[in-house]
């Protein structure tokens, strides 16, 4: 069982910034490939950002390229998602999620998620 703790969410104004964290605990962190979704009211939860297991390897949907950073530390046991130049468009719950398989985690069936935090983006 791997546990996914979500923190760092929160209200900013157009423009701003927001890092998310995703705190993992109960196996070996190294072993999982990790990204975030995003789930905005009355929509489909998206993909966001994915990152292998060793943190050399991302991807982004097209609408956070240039904006959004996935990361990880696997020393810290922790996943990150720094968010710039926020748009209104970016408010959601965002979760992340843990699997072994990289095809897995990206299609969204991923083994674990976190309870989400929200981010709420105002213009």
């Known amino acids: 069982q791997v546990q996914l703790v979500e923190s760092g969410g929160g209200s900013v104004q157009t423009g701003g910034s927001l890092r998310l964290s995703c705190a993992a605990s109960?196996?070996?962190?190294?072993?999982?490939?990790i990204a975030w979704f995003r789930q905005a009211p009355g929509k489909e939860r998206e993909f966001v950002a994915v990152?292998?297991?060793?943190?050399?390897?991302?991807d982004y949907t097209d609408s956070v390229k240039g904006r959004f950073t996935i990361s990880r530390d696997n020393a810290k046991n922790t996943a990150y998602l720094q968010m710039n130049k926020l748009k209104p468009e970016d408010t959601a719950v965002y979760y992340c999620?843990?699997?072994?398989?990289?095809?897995?985690?990206?299609?969204?069936?991923?083994?674990?998620w976190g309870q989400g935090t929200q981010v709420t983006v105002s213009s």
């Open positions: 999620t843990a699997d072994r398989h990289p095809r897995s985690v990206v299609a969204g069936v991923g083994d674990y």
């Open positions: 109960g196996h070996t962190f190294s072993d999982y490939e």
């Open positions: 990152i292998n297991w060793s943190g050399g390897t991302t």
